[in-house]
């Protein structure tokens, strides 16, 4: 069975960060076996780099390990749209859930436009966007 599943930036950062999480582990074999698509938007690459400069100015990485951790990052075969109907859709879609910032909105209008079930390790946004998002999954 292949299908199409979009994944926020935390679930690849405890994929990256936490190799004991169990659950990002079983969720990733599970995808692999599956074969699935999986769908970012540009986005993601942005928050992920944020994320390696803060640790390593923090001295909680080194430099080479952020950038050993970008390298895995780009092999993981995320497929990554960014096209401009991308952002309309995101506006749109972030003024009918009443989000007050566009990120949340890319990745759930990636998802709605493929069909496909939203990732999140965002317990808050699960809890404020599930009853109004029913593809939205918390890992």
Not at 8 to 18: K, Q
Not at 37 to 44: E, F, I, Q, S
Request: proline content about 2%.
């Amino acid at each position: 069975m292949s299908s199409t599943a979009c994944l926020d930036a935390g679930v690849v950062l405890r994929l990256l960060l936490d190799n004991d999480d169990q659950k990002i582990l079983a969720q990733w074999k599970t995808w692999t076996q599956e074969g699935t698509t999986l769908v970012a938007p540009t986005l993601m690459a942005y928050e992920l780099v944020g994320v390696f400069r803060r640790l390593a100015v923090a001295g909680k990485i080194k430099e080479d390990e952020a950038s050993d951790l970008l390298g895995l990052f780009f092999k993981l075969g995320i497929i990554f749209h960014g096209d401009g109907d991308l952002h309309r859709e995101a506006l749109a879609l972030g003024a009918e859930l009443g989000l007050a910032t566009g990120d949340t909105a890319h990745y759930l209008a990636l998802a709605r436009r493929f069909g496909a079930e939203f990732w999140t390790t965002d317990g808050k946004l699960a809890d404020e966007l599930g009853p109004k998002v029913p593809s939205l999954k918390l890992i």
